[in-house]
Nanobody, 124 residues
């Protein structure tokens, strides 16, 4: 059974940083694209960015570029999201996704597997 478990969320002040982790189990994703999404209260789910299986290629939503960095450790079957200069509007539940079905390089990629999410709250 494939599981994606996010961790690292919490409360942080504006301007601060957080690093989210996603631990995958049940199969390896070393050849598969993985990604982060987020969903703010009352809003639709939003694509944050994705990373290729090798880790050499990344793609970010324009608004995330420069502040967010996605990385992965295939030996650990793990995905990471480093978030810097956080703003109150970054408050959301952040989800890990794996195994791209379609949509690389777009703002609407589709993934086969999803985690349950971790809450990030950024205070003023």
């Amino acid at each position: 059974q494939v599981q994606l478990v996010e961790s690292g969320g919490g409360l942080v002040q504006a301007g601060g940083s957080l690093r989210l982790s996603c631990a995958a189990s049940g199969r390896t994703f070393s050849t598969n694209t993985m990604a982060w999404f987020r969903q703010a209260p009352g809003k639709e789910r939003e694509f944050v960015g994705s990373i290729s299986g090798s880790g050499r290629n990344t793609y970010y939503t324009d608004s995330m570029k420069g502040r967010f960095t996605i990385s992965r450790d295939n030996a650990e079957n793990a995905l990471y999201l480093q978030m810097n200069s956080l703003k109150p509007e970054d408050t959301a539940i952040y989800y890990c996704a794996a195994d791209l079905i379609t949509g690389w390089g777009t703002g609407y990629p589709q993934f086969r597997y999803w985690g349950q999410g971790t809450l990030v709250t950024v205070s003023e």
